[in-house]
């Protein structure tokens, strides 16, 4: 399975962006995709999840509101739309892959990563 993330970029505060991660390689809906992000200086987080099967979607709370994570599997590409940016969503974002339905928030639960795309919000 590889993953690859993508449509990071620099946007002033208030504004949206929308990341992409592309899955090749996934032989089952019995999965989950999720995505993180890591600041400076910190350890990377979760921040939204969804289920490849039925599409159930979950985000940390600091995000609920103002992201929204969706899936086209026809395209096996999952998608974080991101409105509303404040300054402290700056991080890279990265795309995991986990088999089996449940979407954690543990890093450790993921076994398959993509590179990263990083977002920087401005003030």
């Known amino acids: 399975v590889q993953l690859q993330a993508s449509g990071g970029g620099l946007v002033q505060a208030g504004g949206s962006l929308r990341l992409s991660c592309v899955v090749s390689?996934?032989?089952?809906?019995?999965?989950?995709t999720a995505w993180f992000r890591q600041a400076p200086g910190k350890e990377r987080e979760f921040v939204a999840g969804?289920?490849?099967?039925?599409?159930?979607?979950y985000y940390t709370d600091s995000v609920k509101g103002r992201f929204t994570v969706s899936k086209i599997s026809a395209k096996n590409t999952v998608y974080l739309q991101m409105n509303s940016l404040k300054p402290e969503d700056t991080a890279v974002y990265y795309c995991a892959l986990r088999w089996g339905s449940t979407v954690h928030e543990a890093t450790r639960m993921y076994s398959f990563w993509g590179q990263g795309t990083p977002v920087t919000v401005s003030s």
């Open positions: 969804i289920r490849w099967s039925g599409g159930n979607q």
């Open positions: 390689g996934r032989t089952s809906n019995d999965a989950a």
